[in-house]
Structures are given as structure tokens and as C-alpha cells.
């Protein structure tokens, strides 16, 4: 889920780990050419084509509670089923195929915000201590060493109680706490992108630091950027999921797969389905950012090299 | 020598400092103590009272610099809510966490190196294919999702396991296998690319060409060399285990550390939180410095740098 | 349809497969709890848990026993009593009863036990509880004095409930952290292991043959687990790993009542919810302030759809700030506001929110009942955001911040039949008063200290009839109890939320 921090290997090494092609890309691109890319990105759309559409493709308003028909069974059953609720209804009778459906919204939302904040943390504190070195990278250092030792998920729960849970207070948290990959790739990448020649010769000519970073580095490290995006929002949307399982995530009544998944335990043994479908979508959006992250490296890095 | 390990001691102990200081002000921003140890129905002259004797009243720095020197003797205080001594506490609880830790970490290495080394040796092969399909899915399975539905099925449909507990070896098995399958697949793609490097080597070519049976030479050669990394990265994953096992240990009622993290943080115990925060701080803190000291005494250059 | 009556199937098929683990062949109980977290300390008076007291009714005996059904106080430990004065009960204790330990029970345990639970330098929990009693006197070995420090009509409701007997030679010796490793008392359970947090495991009391009404346990021996989680608890129930629950929901209760083999039922507890306004403007949010907004509010809830669909069970829908049983709690002094949306907006536009407004809710129980809250609220126009807070949290939020403007409570009244146990706790100014109303604290303090149960009852309707007109709190309706268990148990429901598990024993 967050990175794995190995005692004894450099920063420079993590990052090394996570940019190389996954072991299996080679195999896959055998099998599928690359088909799982495109697999990953295609569920990617329809889920983001589902949040953006949700008004449409939704038949209720998943926020619309009636408590005379509260848990209708799915279609597939024989008896209690309504056809307005084609996947039956929730413990206040809210149709539940709108709530997955504007489920979409919410992991998305939190997925791409995290990495947005994460992302920006970790890229101006990674850049800087790449392009700058001597005291700024050992500040940053310090940084990300304190960051690393943390227990994430422990303080991020303690966070939680702080501040009260709220979908706000899950995606700054999670950003806050999420950047470190950010920061340990860019830092890597832009050590090396100083010492190109062209960077060099940009120096030379006396051009400002800030021309320099934005139109000669960022270039460079854009694509690795990406691949650490896409593994950091499937992170986010899991820590989002298991925090919100636990009770403290977001609030209900959101629609959040992660938080209907802790109000269908309550009916685990009963009925199944209530736990299955949602996390049924969340394994499938999470395994198409992973697929489409991996087919992204491929990529990033035969481009590169 | 002797600087850079003093040097390095020295950000140990302030990284340290910071992460215990932002939990210490985090907890106590969480909700009041005297609240909590008074209980639900104490009165409010009960919880003035305590508020006094315990302190609460001064400023926080203050209490945080009180609860920093007596940790570092080891004295965490005592739990508001059992009051136990913490330390006797977590030493209870460790053992449960760490043998549900060393089992998970078994699972995944025995579940990963054989499947690891037979997709190397047998690339795109079906057992190459399977393996593929056990890391895509253990990537995006969200644990606590994976853990509810064995409970489902092995627990009540068939009843083949025990449940909840730790009476015996047997009610270890579905926290084990919803733990380890967690750090399989990035365990599994360490030792396929680990193999499939050392087969490629000339050291391997020069065995074989020296007549070698394929077996000698996968075993005591091959796997002996391609098996360090594994073990290195098996090690940092029991680490993050730990953390892990929050929402495990809650779910099959295993009453280790994880799960007291749990319970503390819903009853506001700050010195409970508190303290185990610091000891997973310090877990990886102690790792990474003594890492870094053995790779310095290694290689000298280190130190200079 | 198709994939219950699998999962039905293969249950089935395992229950005829599997040698279960609890049940009636060995004459044993396994019951679990805890679902609200694990007992801190099992000493009674070192813990603040429902399920301390559920203990500690098991191990311990208090001087007189309260009837549950009729509240009719009988004897127990003490045989007979009478008024010395207005602060002093004389109390002839029974003769013949023994402790775990085999100490005699006699005055000195009942002297001791009173004496250093009263004194505050030993840290009894729960003040509340213990600090009304002056002292205790050995007047010969069976006859004790307990003074109180003035008046206090509620006193039977502490000796019948949270004061329990100590043995005096072993408390005197061990204190509370040896009680809690090995608790000794006099009463039908005794303690063989106990384990914190995990499982406490007891037998039965031979010697509880002197006639308690209380009767004698009705199994042997008894393994109680702590299990935090219920859905871990009714795998263990459905798996045969328990015999009893007491911690499901309603829904719980028609999906495992419909299982072969098990019973499962609802019983109605003095648990009473409610939704709390902050009428004082202590978070300094206008629209609670104004009495038009909150009647509109009580207005705007349909309570009975809630109680019908969601909580069940014989729950009802409340109108009092207590529970009707509890003494002064005289329904008929309430205001009772019945569903009427169309009203509600009409005071809403009088009170200048013809468009409603935003609010923020907070609860600490599951938030269907919230959410089913928050969709009546909507229909007249008013937008509540919910806030799940753990309990302390909440408590904490509320007591030291009080930015609260709208709460969803409940209060569980320690189980004592007397509405200072509620009402007085939350509207005599405290912290947790969000009315700040003088005349209705006047009210309740003369109505917990007068020794005259007229004058008690009439201070206490004069404030039930203010609370409820004034809308600070709406009484929501009492909680439920559910229980789920091996259909061959004897069970008894209680309506004091207190399972008394050694009562229970195993048919045929």
C-alpha cells in the first residue's frame, strides 16, 4: 500500500525499483501485446465515464432513503425484489445501484485528489532537493526519513478522530501522508536530469533557476511522475476503502464503495451481495490503475532509453 | 567514521522527536483525557478532578516533554482506560501480533519463491500465466474485503476453520493467509526477476558447462543467489505487517497490537497510541541507522559523502 | 433465492457434519460480548461498561435485590430494613452466606465494603454512585447503620444496583487490581480465569442454595469472550463457537432467527435515545436557538416509521426526557410532538427559514437511524450533514467545545428506575446541558434531594412538561436489546438491558 521503505537501500535505489519495468511486462506484451494497457485504461474510462454520467445511468437518487422498502433483494432472487431496484436496495432502502454508480465519484474524487496533493508535496520537495543537493537535500532527507517512520495507517486513523472523518479531512490526510514516493522518484530523476548536458549548458547561460526546472527538468521527469501518480491513486482509493471499513473514513451517507462496504457487514452472512458488488468494484478499478501504471512504465521507459 | 555515525545517531534521534512529538499533539487534540479515564457516567466534579491530578491542565509542550523523558526510560505511562502499565500492555499483546506477522510472512515465501522460480525457468508457460494472475489480483484485493469473504466461506458455509481466536494453530490460518497474501506478489516478482537475472549469468552458464546437473545448479547455485533479495525484502514487509494487521487482527478478533492500536484509538487511550507509534518509529528507525552504519563501516566513501 | 438456500444448504450440511464446539452436551455456557470494547477491570467498581455490569451481576450480590419485572425491592444480602431518621437505614443482614473464598459474610464485609467505597481517596470510579453515603456502622455481626450525607431518596436505586459486597479480609488485602485478577463475591457464578480482554471463565456457585431471588445457575461452568466484532460473533454463533449473543441488530434478528437451530428475539431496554438541540447557542449556531425551528424539527422526524421499520422489537416512541418506568417520569406532563411536515414548514418560513438551512449532525451509533433522521429533515428543507464520532470524541466535543448543534444520544440511566439518573445528569447545567435552563435545573435539584416523593414527583413533571415544550431535547424511543442464541437455551429477556446469563440453561 505505501511504499516500502527497506533499511540499507539509498533513496536512489527505491527509486531505481520503482520505475523499472515490472518483471512480467515482457511476458505480458507476449501474451496480450498490449492489450492489458488498454484493458486498464478502458475500465479506467467506463468507471470515470460511470462518475461523470451518474445523473444519467443512475435510476434514483442514491441519497434517497425509504424506509418501506429497505433491503430488497437483487433481481436474480425470487421473492422481495422491486423491479425499480434492479440490485435491490441498502438498511435505509436507497437503491444500490445508484449508490456504486455515484461510488465512482467518491474513489475517483479521492483517488485523484490525493495524488494531486501528494503529488505536489512530493514533486516541489523532491525537485528541490534534486536540483539544489548539499543542505536542502539533507532537510528533505530528514523529511522524508521522518515520513517513512511513521505508521501510516495508525496516525492517518488518529488523524481521523482529530479532525472528524469527512470526505475533506480523508483526502488532505491521505495526501499529506502519501507523498514520499512522489518525493523519493523526483528527487532521483532530477539529480540526473541536472547533469545533462543541455541543463549544463541552460546553467551556463545564466538562465533562472525556475525557467530551468520548469522548461529543461520537468520535461524529464513528467513520465516517471505519471507512473508514480497512477501507483499512489490506486494506494489512496485502498487506504481510502480500509479506513472507511474501519469507521473512520468518510461519512455516510456518501456513497464511498469503501464506507458501504463497512454497512454491508452487518449483512455479510445473509446477504452476500451487499459486501460483494462493492468490493467488486473496487478490485476492478484498482486492478486497472495497476494495469494501466505497469503498461504506462513500459512505455515511460523505452522512451527514455 | 565515528562522526558520521554520531551525525547520523543524532537525525535518528530527531526524527524520533518530530514523530512522537506531532502524535503526542495530535492524540491530545483527539479528545480529553479526563474524559475518558472518568468513563461514561462520571460526573463533572469527577472529571475536574482528575483533569488536576493528571496534569491535563498544563500546557501541552509541557506534558509532552514529561511524557518524552520518562519513554525514554521505557516508562510510557499508564493506560487511562485499563490502567495496566502500557509497557506491560503492548508486551502482552506483541507476541500474538508478531507470530500472526512471522506466519504471514511464511505463507507469502512459500506461496511466492516456488511459483517465482518456476515462471522464471518456464517463462509464459501456464504456471508463468498463474503467477501473473496471483500478483495482478493480490495487488488489487482489498485485505479486509479478501478476509471477510474467507470468513464467509470457510468459516460458516463449510466450517472447516475456527473464526475468531487464538486458541490454536488453526485459527491462525485465515489471518494468515489474508495477511501474506498481501506481500506475495510483490515478493513473487522479486524472485522471478531475481531468477531469471542469475540463470541468464555466466556464472550459471559456467556450472552448467562444467556438467552440473540442472538441479544442482538451480538449487545451489541459482536459487541461493536469487533468494537474498527476497529474504532482505521479506523482512522489511514483516515490518509493514505489523501495520497491516489492524484491520486483521480486528476482523478474526486476535487481540495483538494491531488491534489494541484499534481499541485505543476508539477510546481516546493516548498513552496506548502513543506509545506504540513510537515503537514502530523506532523499529524503522533502528533498522535504517543500523543499515546505514554497516554500509558506511562497508564502504568508506559513504561516510565522506 | 438461489444463493441463500445454498448458503442454507451448506450450513445445514455442516451442522449435521461438525461436532460442535458449544452447545448442551457438557452442560457449559459460551456466551460472547463486548461489542461496545472489552471490561477494563472486572472489579465493579473499576470499570464503566455495560458489560461490567452484566459481570459483575454474576459474581456479586448487592444488600437488596430489585425486582426487574415489577421494580419491587426484595431482600437480598440484607434480610430487612428500616428508616432510623431521614439520613440513616438500618439494615438486618442474612445470616448463612458465603463468599468464593469461604469467608462468612457479615456486617464487617457490608461496614468495609460501604466505608472504602465511599472514600474518595480510593478512587471509586463512578463518584456518582458511592458519594452520597456519610459512612457505615457495624451495629452487631448482622445489623448494619448506613448514613447517608442528606436526604437522598434514590438510595435503593445505588444498594439495589451498582453497590455490590465486597469480602472484607481478601479487598482489604488484594484491592482492586487482585479483584481484578481473581474476584471473589457471594454470588450464583464464581470466577475461575480471568483473562482481560480475552475470555473470563467461571462455575458454578454450590453454595448459592440460601434462597436468593436471584436463583440458583443453571449450568455449570461458563467461558465469556470478549469478541469486539459482531459480525465475528454471529460466525461463531452460526459456526457453533458461541451459544449467545447479545450484541445484533434488529436485522440480525429476522436473518438468524430464520436459521435452523437458533432462536433469536428483541427485548425492549430504559436505553432511552434522543436527539439533542443546542438550544443555548453554546456553538453559537442561530436556527437551534430558536424554539420555532426545534419544534419544527420534532415536527419533521416521523418517529413512528423509524421505530416500525428500523428498531422494532417492543421499542416505542418516546415523549419524556427518561424512560417511563423510572420514577418521575410521568408521561402525561410531556409535550408530544406527532409527524406533521407540512406544519414543520410553515414554522420554519415563520421562524425566517422558508428554505431551510444547513446543519451539522453528530451521532456515535450506527448511522442508518441518522440517515433515516437526516432524509425527514430534508423534506422540509433542512440540509443535516452527518458526523460519526467515536463515543469519547464525541463526548469530548460536546462537554469541551460544545460546537454540537444537533446530536443523536442515547443514555442508558446505569439501569436505575429514577429519572435523576437522566434528566438530572443532562439539564442541571453540566457540561452536557445544552438548554442552560434555570428553572428546569431548580426543578431537578429539588427534585433529588426532597426526602417527599410527592414533592418529588411534582418538581420533576414541572420539568418534563418545560423540556419537552421547549423542544431541547426529542425524545426519540427506548433502544432494544437483540438476542441471538441456540434454540435449545432457556432464555429470559429483561427490560433493564441486564441478560442474567447464569439464569439460563439448557432444555432436555
Request: hydrophobic share 50%; aromatic share 12%.
Amino acid at each position: 500500500m505505501t511504499m516500502i521503505s527497506t533499511p540499507g537501500k539509498s533513496f536512489d535505489e527505491i527509486a531505481q525499483e520503482t520505475l523499472e519495468p515490472s518483471p512480467f511486462s515482457k511476458l505480458r506484451k507476449r501474451i496480450f501485446g498490449n492489450y492489458s494497457f488498454l484493458a486498464g485504461l478502458i475500465i479506467i474510462m467506463a468507471i470515470f465515464a460511470m462518475a461523470l454520467l451518474a445523473p444519467l445511468i443512475a435510476p434514483h437518487n442514491p441519497y434517497e432513503t425509504d424506509l418501506a422498502s429497505r433491503l430488497m433483494n437483487p433481481f436474480w432472487h425470487e421473492v422481495k425484489t422491486d423491479e425499480e431496484h434492479p440490485l435491490g436496495t441498502d438498511k435505509v432502502g436507497r437503491d444500490y445501484l445508484s449508490r456504486l454508480v455515484y461510488g465512482a465519484q467518491i474513489s475517483l474524487l479521492i483517488g485523484f485528489s490525493t495524488m494531486l496533493i501528494s503529488g505536489t508535496i512530493g514533486t516541489v520537495l523532491g525537485v528541490a532537493a534534486g536540483y539544489f543537493g548539499g543542505r536542502v537535500d539533507m532537510v528533505v532527507n530528514f523529511i522524508i526519513n521522518t515520513r517513512l517512520a511513521m505508521p501510516v495507517f495508525l496516525v492517518a486513523m488518529a488523524a481521523v478522530v482529530a479532525f472528524g472523518a469527512s470526505l475533506m479531512v480523508v483526502i488532505l490526510v491521505l495526501g499529506l501522508f502519501l507523498w514520499d514516493r512522489f518525493a523519493v522518484v523526483m528527487r532521483s530523476i532530477t539529480m540526473q536530469a541536472r547533469d545533462l548536458d543541455y541543463v549544463k549548458a541552460a546553467r551556463a547561460m545564466g538562465c533562472s533557476t525556475p525557467y530551468i526546472i520548469v522548461r529543461e527538468i520537468f520535461p524529464n521527469v513528467i513520465g516517471s511522475l505519471t507512473v508514480v501518480a497512477t501507483v499512489e491513486m490506486a494506494n489512496a482509493i485502498l487506504l481510502e476503502a480500509a479506513l472507511s471499513f474501519l469507521g473512520f473514513g468518510v461519512q455516510a451517507p456518501t456513497p464511498s464503495w469503501g464506507l458501504m462496504l463497512n454497512e454491508a457487514r452487518e449483512y455479510m452472512f445473509f446477504s452476500p451481495w451487499l459486501l460483494a458488488l462493492p468490493g467488486a468494484c473496487l478490485f476492478l478499478l484498482v486492478l486497472a490503475i495497476n494495469l494501466f501504471g505497469d503498461g504506462l512504465r513500459d512505455v515511460t521507459l523505452e522512451k527514455g532509453r | 567514521m565515528l562522526a558520521y555515525a554520531i551525525k547520523r545517531s543524532f537525525a535518528a534521534f530527531l526524527i524520533l522527536i518530530v514523530v512522537s512529538g506531532l502524535t503526542f499533539s495530535l492524540s491530545h487534540l483527539s479528545a480529553d483525557p479526563a474524559l475518558t479515564i472518568a468513563g461514561e457516567q462520571a460526573s463533572d466534579e469527577d472529571i475536574q478532578a482528575i483533569r488536576e491530578l493528571y496534569g491535563f491542565d498544563r500546557p501541552i509542550y509541557i506534558q509532552y516533554l514529561e511524557w518524552a523523558g520518562r519513554a525514554m526510560t521505557g516508562d510510557f505511562g499508564e493506560s487511562y482506560h485499563y490502567g495496566e502499565r502500557v509497557s506491560t500492555m503492548i508486551a502482552g499483546r506483541i507476541g500474538t501480533t508478531m507470530s500472526l506477522g512471522v506466519l504471514a510472512i511464511l505463507f507469502a515465501l512459500i506461496i511466492s519463491i516456488p511459483l517465482g522460480v518456476v515462471a522464471a525457468m518456464r517463462p509464459n508457460s501456464l504456471v508463468d500465466r498463474f503467477a501473473l494472475l496471483v500478483a495482478v489480483f493480490g495487488q488489487a484485493l482489498p485485505t479486509f474485503w479478501f478476509a471477510l469473504m474467507m470468513i464467509i466461506v470457510l468459516g460458516v458455509w463449510w466450517r472447516w476453520l475456527p473464526i475468531s481466536g487464538n486458541d490454536s494453530w488453526a485459527h491462525f490460518v485465515m489471518p494468515t493467509i489474508a495477511l501474506g497474501y498481501y506481500a506475495t506478489p510483490a515478493l513473487m516478482r522479486l524472485t522471478r526477476a531475481g531468477m531469471i537475472e542469475v540463470l541468464g549469468s555466466d556464472y550459471i552458464r559456467t556450472a552448467r558447462a562444467k556438467g552440473l546437473s540442472p538441479t544442482v545448479v538451480l538449487f545451489k547455485h541459482a536459487l541461493r543467489n536469487a533468494i537474498i533479495p527476497v529474504v532482505a525484502l521479506a523482512a522489511v514487509w514483516f515490518g509493514f505487517m505489523l501495520g497491516g494487521s489492524i484491520v486483521i487482527e480486528t476482523i478474526f478478533n486476535l487481540k495483538g497490537i494491531g488491534w489494541l492500536s484499534y481499541d485505543a484509538l476508539l477510546r481516546s487511550d493516548l498513552p496506548v497510541v502513543q506509545a506504540i507509534v513510537l515503537i514502530f518509529a523506532s523499529l524503522y528507525v533502528v533498522l535504517t541507522l543500523a543499515a546505514d552504519l554497516v554500509n558506511a563501516w562497508l564502504d568508506p566513501r559513504i561516510s565522506v559523502r | 433465492m438461489k444463493m441463500k438456500t445454498f448458503v442454507a444448504a451448506s450450513m445445514l450440511a455442516a451442522l449435521a457434519s461438525t461436532s460442535t464446539m458449544a452447545g448442551p452436551d457438557d452442560d457449559s455456557l459460551i456466551v460472547a460480548w463486548g461489542s461496545t470494547g472489552p471490561i477494563e477491570n472486572v472489579d465493579n467498581y473499576f470499570n464503566t461498561n455495560r458489560t461490567g455490569i452484566w459481570f459483575s451481576r454474576m459474581v456479586w450480590d448487592q444488600l437488596i435485590y430489585r425486582e426487574p419485572k415489577t421494580f419491587e425491592f426484595k431482600p437480598l444480602l440484607a434480610e430487612s430494613w428500616e428508616a432510623l431518621s431521614d439520613t440513616t437505614w438500618q439494615f438486618k443482614l442474612r445470616q448463612g452466606v458465603k463468599f468464593h473464598n469461604g469467608e462468612e459474610f457479615d456486617a464487617d464485609d457490608v461496614v468495609f465494603t460501604l466505608n472504602w467505597i465511599s472514600d474518595p481517596a480510593n478512587g471509586v470510579k463512578v463518584q456518582r454512585n458511592v458519594n452520597w453515603i456519610e459512612s457505615a456502622e457495624k451495629v452487631d455481626k448482622y445489623t448494619v447503620n448506613v448514613n447517608m450525607k442528606k436526604p437522598f431518596p434514590q438510595a435503593f436505586e445505588f444498594l439495589s444496583g451498582p453497590i455490590t459486597i465486597y469480602p472484607n479480609e481478601y479487598y482489604a488485602e488484594v484491592g482492586p487490581d487482585g479483584m481484578h485478577k481473581a474476584p471473589v463475591g457471594t454470588g450464583p457464578m464464581k470466577v475461575v480465569a480471568i483473562e482481560t480482554a480475552e475470555e473470563y471463565v467461571l462455575e458454578k456457585n454450590p453454595d448459592y442454595t440460601w434462597g436468593s431471588p436471584k436463583g440458583e445457575a443453571q449450568v455449570s461452568k461458563m467461558v465469556v469472550r470478549e469478541i469486539a466484532d459482531v459480525q465475528t460473533q454471529i460466525a461463531e454463533l452460526l459456526a457453533g463457537g458461541i451459544d449467545i449473543t447479545a450484541d445484533i441488530t434488529a436485522d440480525h434478528v429476522d436473518q438468524i432467527g430464520g436459521f435452523p437451530g437458533f432462536t433469536a428475539l428483541q427485548a425492549g431496554t430504559m436505553r432511552t435515545g434522543y436527539i439533542g438541540f443546542d438550544a443555548a447557542g453554546r456553538g453559537n449556531f442561530e436556527p437551534t436557538t430558536k424554539l420555532a425551528v426545534r419544534k419544527a424539527m420534532a415536527m419533521a422526524i416521523d418517529r413512528e416509521s423509524l421505530v416500525t421499520n428500523l428498531i422494532r422489537g417492543d421499542a416505542g416512541v418516546i415523549h419524556t426526557p427518561c424512560f417511563p418506568t423510572q420514577f418521575g417520569c410521568d408521561e402525561s406532563f410531556a409535550a408530544k410532538w406527532d409527524y406533521n411536515p407540512e406544519m414543520a414548514k410553515q414554522l420554519l418560513a415563520e421562524a425566517g427559514y422558508p428554505d431551510g438551512f444547513e446543519i451539522e449532525f453528530y451521532t456515535f451509533r450506527p448511522a442508518d437511524w441518522a440517515e433515516a433522521i437526516m432524509a425527514d429533515l430534508s423534506k422540509v428543507g433542512i440540509k443535516a450533514s452527518l458526523t460519526k464520532m467515536p463515543y469519547f470524541a464525541l463526548r469530548d466535543k460536546q462537554r469541551n467545545e460544545g460546537t454540537t448543534p444537533m446530536f443523536l444520544m442515547d443514555w442508558g440511566s446505569y439501569s436505575m428506575n429514577d429519572m435523576s439518573a437522566i434528566t438530572s445528569h443532562f439539564f442541571k447545567k453540566g457540561p452536557d446541558d445544552f438548554a442552560m435552563d434555570d428553572q428546569v435545573a431548580a426543578w431537578l435539584e429539588e427534585g433529588d434531594t426532597s426526602p417527599d416523593s410527592e414533592i418529588r414527583k411534582a418538581a420533576y413533571a414541572k420539568a418534563i412538561e418545560k423540556i419537552t415544550s421547549e423542544v431541547y431535547w426529542l425524545p426519540m424511543f427506548n433502544h432494544v436489546r437483540n438476542y441471538g442464541f441456540n434454540e435449545n437455551l432457556s432464555f429470559i429477556p429483561y427490560q433493564d438491558e441486564i441478560p442474567r446469563f447464569w439464569q439460563y440453561g439448557w432444555n432436555g
